[in-house]
T-cell receptor, first 116, second 111 residues
Framework: NAGVMQNPRHLVRRRGQEARLRCSPMKGHSHVYWYRQLPEEGLKFMVYLQKENIIDESGMPKERFSAEFPKEGPSILRIQQVVRGDSAAYFC??????????????FGPGTRLTVL | RKEVEQDPGPFNVPEGATVAFNCTYSNSASQSFFWYRQDCRKEPKLLMSVYSSGNEDGRFTAQLNRASQYISLLIRDSKLSDSATYLCVVNAASGTYKYIFGTGTRLKVLA
């Protein structure tokens, strides 16, 4: 039973380029979450999506960042015109439900973004 | 005040020791509580959910004190493989799906 998959695992971009991070949830999970972890800091919630819907994007910067979870295919976190401060580990998680029982979130291996 | 606070450690303990971590949270309306472990440069892995009545999983025991708003994790008979950062996680007031992570407590088990 494959876990949450993310790719690429490492991504290097120059300032001003675009970064696209992909996440495939665990089989049977339709709830996807993106978190960002800066060096020596805790994970910070960015966005919560269900298939084709953004439910909560309150943790995502208003500019340059966007997320989607299409009907077919993985969830995508897109960062346009990257800056050095975007360098971080980006983790995706998925869950069976979003509340009540079985709401535990399972994390993918993360994408480490380095902006030069 | 941080929403979830943990002692960063590090806790250096010998193999076989018992070690306890505490975590406090600020939102009295939180309903979901978890302990995750994170190895260096890896993803967080769910260690255990924390229930009101307290729960045990092998060498690990988690307890919740709602009145004082703290959660604890007890590890008995520490193994070298327990060396990791332990993350306390609480759901946000605005949604049970929104996890608030502590910055973690580092544990190093010494041979």
């Amino acid at each position: 039973n494959a876990g949450v998959m993310q790719n690429p695992r490492h991504l290097v971009r120059r300032r001003g380029q675009e970064a696209r991070l992909r996440c495939s949830p665990m089989k049977g999970h339709s709830h996807v979450y993106w978190y960002r972890q800066l060096p020596e800091e805790g994970l910070k919630f960015m966005v919560y999506l269900q298939k084709e819907n953004i439910i909560d994007e309150s943790g995502m910067p208003k500019e340059r960042f966007s997320a989607e979870f299409p009907k077919e295919g993985p969830s995508i976190l897109r960062i346009q015109q990257v800056v050095r401060g975007d360098s971080a580990a980006y983790f995706c998680a998925s869950s069976l439900t979003s509340g009540g029982a079985y709401n535990e979130q399972f994390f993918g291996p993360g994408t480490r973004l380095t902006v030069l | 005040r941080k929403e979830v606070e943990q002692d960063p450690g590090p806790f250096n303990v010998p193999e076989g020791a018992t070690v306890a971590f505490n975590c406090t949270y600020s939102n009295s309306a939180s309903q979901s509580f978890f302990w995750y472990r994170q190895d260096c440069r890896k993803e967080p892995k769910l260690l255990m959910s924390v229930y009101s009545s307290g729960n045990e999983d092998g060498r690990f025991t988690a307890q919740l004190n709602r009145a004082s708003q703290y959660i604890s994790l007890l590890i008995r008979d520490s193994k070298l493989s327990d060396s990791a950062t332990y993350l306390c996680v609480v759901n946000a007031a605005s949604g049970t799906y929104k996890y608030i992570f502590g910055t973690g407590t580092r544990l190093k088990v010494l041979a």
